[in-house]
């Protein structure tokens, strides 16, 4: 699973900037789920796997009920000066809230 990423725009450049850190660390994915914003497209079409992309109504929400648990802390802690300071929080906050969570999903 992929750690938070925060940032102010979900634009071309920072979509570019999660697929390469991700890319990286896990390879080349078979297919990419995403909600049907054009930075998305643009993006996946500058690395060439814009036909690995699928968008769809219901698709992704496994991808958003993972994110519910940061969505909230988010919520609760708006008032991070930087969206830097909220990313190293959130980096922290997760392995730490994963490892005590004890919350079962069946």
């Known amino acids: 699973m992929l750690e938070a990423f925060v940032t102010k725009r979900r634009d071309r450049k920072a979509v570019l ?13 078979e297919r990419v789920v995403t909600d049907k914003l054009p930075s998305y497209r643009a993006a996946l079409r500058e690395l060439g796997i814009a036909s690995r992309q699928e968008t769809g109504r219901w698709l ?3 991808a958003e009920n993972s994110h519910q ?15 830097r300071s909220l990313q190293k929080f959130a980096a922290v906050q997760s392995s730490i809230h994963n490892h005590f969570n004890l919350e079962r999903n069946f």
């Not at 648990?69 to 969206?83: C, D, Q, V, Y």
Request: charged share 40%; glycine share 4%; no cysteine.
């Open 17 to 29: 900037k999660f697929l390469r850190k991700a890319m990286k660390r896990y390879g080349a994915p």
């Open 60 to 62: 992704n929400n496994r």
């Open 69 to 83: 648990p940061l969505r909230r802390r988010e919520k609760i802690m708006n008032r991070f000066r930087s969206t």
